[in-house]
Nanobody
Framework: QLQLKESGGGLVQPGGSLRLSCVASGFMLDYYGIVWFRRAPGKEREGVSCISSSLSTSGGTTVYADSVKGRFTISRDDANNTVYLQMNSLKPEDTGVYYC???????????????????WGQGTQVLVSS
């Protein structure tokens, strides 16, 4: 059974850092691109960052939303079936529930896969507040 599980969220002060993890089970992560999303309170879901499948022609391509460019870094460790989202210089507007989603390398789209996902995790809460 294909599953994704996020972790690493928590409470952090503005300017602080967090590293989110997205661990896959039931499938080999290198076959999939991973997209991070977030949903802030009272707002619609927003695409944050994407990393393409290691097996795609654009393997390892990364994409960031303008709102996080220069502050967030996405990376993947296929050997450990994990994708990370390093978040630095956090702002109160980064608060929300963060989700990772997997997209098959057979997708006709490249990162950010139209900011859609095929398989989803349960989410991890990030709160940026003083």
């Amino acid at each position: 059974q294909l599953q994704l599980k996020e972790s690493g969220g928590g409470l952090v002060q503005p300017g602080g850092s967090l590293r989110l993890s997205c661990v896959a089970s039931g499938f080999m992560l290198d076959y999939y691109g991973i997209v991070w999303f977030r949903r802030a309170p009272g707002k619609e879901r927003e695409g944050v960052s994407c990393i393409s499948s290691s097996l795609s022609t654009s393997g390892g391509t990364t994409v960031y939303a303008d709102s996080v460019k220069g502050r967030f870094t996405i990376s993947r460790d296929d050997a450990n079936n994990t994708v990370y989202l390093q978040m630095n210089s956090l702002k109160p507007e980064d608060t929300g529930v963060y989700y990772c989603a997997a997209v098959s390398h057979h997708s006709p789209y490249t990162c950010p896969y139209q900011w859609k996902g095929d398989y989803w995790g349960q989410g991890t809460q990030v709160l940026v507040s003083s």
